[in-house]
């Protein structure tokens, strides 16, 4: 509400202006939250939101040098902080263009239509292609992360090193939507899914996904530094490419 904000903002400003004193490098992110509350327009969302950063800009005017801010938009009845947080856990990622441009690749070789890189226990995705981001898409493949966790907790468990896991080498699932599009997650690291949204009618040559896909991990693993054999031809041609 916008009383409970106008409150909140003083406390805020004066939060980031110390925060700034002690580290003039800082970026912050900014979350405004619940802004479903009582079914709010995109317009009117829009405007509290530039309401506030007018605000906050007004006041940060006086402190010497450019403060970083981000705003974003989110709710509890979505993917939206999910979908936040993925944004800024990519500026933390060291190698972001290189897996961006490893996507962008994968997709062109594929016919895919849209890739995600999601950590399997947050669910944020830490790289995707060049394509639009949409949410709806974003939150069906953050759900199938957890089918395929679910899943295996069930029916698929496995031991490596002493520790119970759901989640290895092997796992995989591809899940047809009434659209016309197919879920393909694939496992490409201990901690990574690659889930892909690609036309059923590209799917039936999955073999050439698969590869590619193998292809893909392979150069994951060289970018990460997990595996330092940089002779295969296929993969170091995608990196250097």
């Known amino acids: 509400e ?21 580290n003039p490098a800082i970026h912050f992110e900014v979350f405004l939250h619940k802004v479903d509350v009582e079914m709010m327009s995109e317009e009117t969302k829009m405007e509290k939101s530039k309401f506030i950063q007018n605000i906050v800009s007004q006041e940060l005017l006086d402190i010497e040098g450019d403060i970083l801010v981000s705003y974003h938009l ?26 961006n441009t490893l996507l962008d690749r994968l997709i062109e070789s594929s016919a895919i239509e ?11 995705y830490i790289a995707t292609d060049s394509n639009p981001v949409d949410s709806h898409t974003y939150e069906l493949c953050s759900d199938l992360v957890d089918v395929v966790i679910d899943v295996s907790c069930i029916y ?32 490409v690291s201990k901690y990574l899914a690659l889930v892909c ?3 059923e009618e590209y799917f039936t040559k999955r073999s050439l996904v698969d590869f590619n896909i193998d292809c893909f991990r392979r150069s994951l693993g ?20």
């Open 2 to 22: 916008e009383d409970d904000f106008e409150h909140s903002l003083p406390k805020m400003i004066e939060t980031l202006e110390a925060a700034y004193k002690v």
């Open 74 to 99: 989110t709710s509890i009845h979505d993917h939206s902080v999910l979908e936040a947080f993925s944004k800024v856990v990519q500026k933390l990622v060291n190698h972001l263009p290189v897996l």
């Open 114 to 124: 849209k890739s995600y890189l999601l950590d399997v226990f947050t669910k944020l």
């Open 156 to 187: 698929g468990l496995s031991t490596d090193d002493d520790f119970v896991i759901p989640y290895d080498r092997a796992s995989s699932s591809a899940i047809r939507l009434n659209n016309g599009m197919v879920l393909y997650l694939r496992q």
């Open 197 to 199: 949204v690609i036309r």
């Open 222 to 241: 060289l970018v990460t530094g997990r595996i330092q054999d940089p002779n295969n031809d296929v993969n170091t041609s995608i990196l250097e490419g």
